[in-house]
């Protein structure tokens, strides 16, 4: 890809799993050079997650790892080892960005807590990605996804009010985390511009959550009121429906008379004078769901999608990931990336979902293999010569 508006910038990309990763690849991706550490052996956790290309359990092959890891140059590395440290502290003295995920004691642990790591490079940003932060009583406890969205506070208000909360899915806890990582990272180093400090950004996955809660924590401070799940309408607008091909979202959101949402699902009964106002809509909504359910089965998505728009009507469609993959608008912006890994062959990958001018991706990197970039880095960038590589490589710190 070009140079973007990182370019010039150094990442360690320390991270492992999903949080810290997605962090070093939203900076990869505006043209940060970003260098994977993994272990060596067993590398970033993300490449034992499936799926796998062709069902394969391949640590070169999980899709998570090759999606979050694009753009990056790739090394192995023990830290836990003198050696190991020697190394990282060399790396360390010509970074910007160190970006990492371990539990707070293991960062202690390693050296990779902000004191020691500021005194090895006074300008570096260490951002720390963890599901409840740097301190507090829960600083120290891990979590999966769903822990992590539950105690945030948004599951809660997941889902209909009359049913149990809803998870939302994909790990998207840790994405929200990192993407918000990336952000903060990039603010620390815009400061860094004035002070000639770095920073230590400590980013919280629950808390990234919780500041979505817009609405819930106003209504209680201010009214004392807990804010519960959306409350069953019966009507079947504004919820995810049958279509002949799948799932819509009907809506009588916008300006437009009763008569012209009514017109475009096609049941003659919809006209009726009753199902006009949104009190009559609520107090016939069993009656109006069935009826609803009858038009929209004579419906395709797309299409129904498509007429929605033509009559200024707020309708949307479940898409599934070839509908997403065959998006006509997403193709028209180019969303939608090349990428040729050596192992597993060419495929799309999403690209950039944040665009300034000048930085769409035009030549996206695969993800590396396990310690493809040891000669080069080590070697090019540090000095050693292939004869010590060999010897870090037979004592296990590369």
């Not at 506070?153 to 997941?158: D, K, N, P």
Request: hydrophobic share 35%.
């Amino acid at each position: 890809m070009p140079a973007g508006l990182l370019s010039g910038i150094r990442v360690l990309d320390l991270g492992s799993g999903i949080s810290g990763p997605w962090c070093a690849k939203i900076l990869a991706d505006y043209g940060a050079e970003v260098i994977k550490v993994e272990h060596p052996g067993s590398g970033d956790d993300a490449r034992r997650i499936g799926p796998f290309a062709a069902d394969d359990p391949n640590p070169e092959k999980s899709l998570t790892f090759l999606y979050l890891n694009t753009n990056k140059k790739g090394i192995t590395l023990d830290p836990s080892t003198p050696t190991g440290r020697k190394l990282l502290n060399q790396l360390l003295a010509d970074a910007d960005v160190l970006v990492e995920n371990y539990p707070p004691a293991q960062s202690k642990e390693l050296g990779l807590d902000y004191d020691t790591l500021s005194a090895i490079n006074p300008q570096l940003v260490v951002t720390s990605i963890t599901p409840f932060g740097q301190t507090g009583p829960y600083r120290d406890y891990q979590a999966t996804d769903i822990v992590t969205y539950a105690l945030s506070g948004l599951m809660y208000h997941s889902g209909d009010s009359d049913k149990e909360p809803l998870r939302n899915v994909l790990d998207q806890s840790f994405y929200v985390a990192g993407a918000n990582a990336a952000a903060a990272t990039q603010v620390a180093l815009f400061a860094r511009l004035t002070s000639g400090e770095g920073q230590y950004v400590d980013v919280s996955a629950s808390e990234c959550l919780g500041g979505h809660l817009v609405q819930p924590l106003p209504y209680y401070n201010y009214m004392g009121a807990i804010k519960g799940r959306r409350p069953v309408r019966g009507a079947g607008f504004d919820e995810l429906m049958p279509a002949r091909d799948g799932y819509v979202a009907p809506s009588v959101q916008g300006s437009q008379p009763w008569s012209t949402v009514a017109g475009l699902i096609g049941v003659p009964e919809m006209l009726d004078e009753k199902f006009s106002t949104g009190a009559g809509r609520i107090a016939n909504g069993e009656e109006l769901k069935e009826l609803l359910i009858k038009g929209l089965s004579q419906w395709d998505r797309m299409p129904l999608f498509l007429a929605s728009g033509e009559q200024r009507l707020v309708f949307g469609m479940a898409q599934d990931a070839g509908d997403l993959v065959n998006c006509p608008h997403l193709q028209a912006r180019d969303f939608f990336v090349e990428v040729n890994h050596p192992v597993v062959g060419s495929a799309q990958y999403p690209g950039m979902a944040v665009r300034l001018p000048g930085e769409t991706i035009t030549d996206s990197q695969p993800a590396p293999l396990l310690g493809q970039h040891n000669s080069e880095v080590y070697g090019q960038q540090l000095g050693y010569s292939p004869e010590n590589l060999v010897a870090l490589r037979n004592n296990n710190v590369i």
